[in-house]
């Protein structure tokens, strides 16, 4: 089976380099493909004098999904790796992705080990059912897909600055289409890197409290990604506001618990729930109106067919 895999990245040139590093030493011949943008630690010079990189692509979008259709489109394998830029490959990698796709699956995708003081944490399967699917999520620093599910899906919906990749679980299980998860893909998440689930390393955690312009940027951010994909995936259904909901309650009560322990003023509580509020409403406008607009089980009206101008610059080596 050839596969091949795309690295986005973006000002990450240490990481970048620990991600190749491995890349090459355990599957010497996959074709790579990096895409770029917009770096300014020097990231273009040092990726032209890898010969292991066989295609460079400097976009101009910050958007992770615009990166990865851009890696998508070109892509030649029949499979398609998307890898993290922070993420090293271990042992079994490539063996484990050659089952589960030998298991006639869509997609698959396998654990990340994070370093924590005095060891690694390891993060597990995670599964929900919504309106009757049975939903597998996945690490979109680390998953394969296959040609024929990616041309399904039409890549990844680039309206999404956050999440894309849960988008796609959602649209994979629309689908009724599999993702398998291999014990054995497993990826080892670099020291320097920042915490990011692969998706995108603005993302707000679930501890986190409302604290400032920029915390209030991720969580707007945050639910309207979730807000969007949700009302474009499922449409005006009672489960949808009870999702939202209930996403709302969970981090309500820890940034409350922040004010209460004096770590967030009152001031800030509100704006951070004025955010939440404002984009929520957003998302939901912008996820029915994407559902009209693409009826079709894609549900995907900002997908790789949606535009042929992602690339700035293209260096093929191949």
């Known amino acids: 089976m050839e596969f091949s895999?795309?690295?986005p990245t973006l000002n990450g040139r240490r990481q970048l380099v620990g991600c190749l590093d491995a890349l090459r030493e355990r599957l010497p011949t996959v074709e790579t493909i990096v895409v770029n943008g917009p770096s300014t630690d020097g990231t273009s010079g040092m990726l032209h004098e890898r010969p292991d990189v066989d295609v460079l692509v400097e976009i101009a979008d910050r958007n992770i999904n615009v990166a990865r259709n851009?890696?998508?489109e070109i892509a030649?394998?029949?499979v398609v790796v998307l890898l993290d830029q922070g993420h090293r490959i271990e042992d079994g990698w490539a063996a484990a992705i050659e089952r589960g796709v030998d298991g006639e699956t869509d997609a698959v995708t396998g654990p990340t080990h994070r370093p924590i003081r005095g060891?690694?944490?390891?993060?597990?399967?995670?599964?929900r059912t919504i309106a009757g699917r049975e939903v597998t999520y996945f690490n979109g620093g680390n998953v394969a897909l296959t040609r024929e599910a990616i041309d399904d899906l039409d890549g990844f919906d680039e309206y999404?600055?956050?999440g894309g990749a849960r988008d796609v679980a959602h649209r994979l299980?629309?689908?009724e289409r599999t993702v398998s998860w291999q014990p054995g893909m497993g990826v080892r998440k670099s020291i320097e890197t920042d915490g990011g689930?692969?998706?995108?390393?603005r993302m707000v955690s679930p501890g986190s409290v409302f604290l400032g312009d920029e915390a209030h940027q991720r969580w707007g951010l945050k639910y309207r990604s979730l807000a969007?994909?949700?009302a474009k995936n499922y449409g005006p259904r009672p489960t949808v506001l009870r999702r939202l909901a209930g996403h709302t309650a969970v981090d309500g009560v820890a940034s409350v618990r922040g004010v209460l322990e004096g770590g967030v003023t009152p001031t800030a509580w509100i704006g951070g729930g004025s955010a939440v509020s404002a984009n929520t409403l957003i998302g939901l406008k912008d996820g029915l109106r994407a559902r009209v607009s693409d009826r079709t089980p894609r549900r995907n009206p900002y997908g790789i067919s949606g535009r042929h101008d992602r690339a700035v610059e293209q260096y093929d080596w191949r």
């Open 160 to 162: 999404l600055e956050t």
């Open 119 to 127: 060891g690694i944490t390891t993060e597990a399967r995670e599964r």
């Open 228 to 230: 969007y994909r949700l």
């Open 76 to 78: 030649s394998g029949e």
């Open 5 to 7: 895999v795309v690295v």
């Open 197 to 201: 689930d692969g998706d995108d390393p």
């Open 173 to 175: 299980a629309g689908q």
């Open 70 to 72: 851009a890696g998508l």
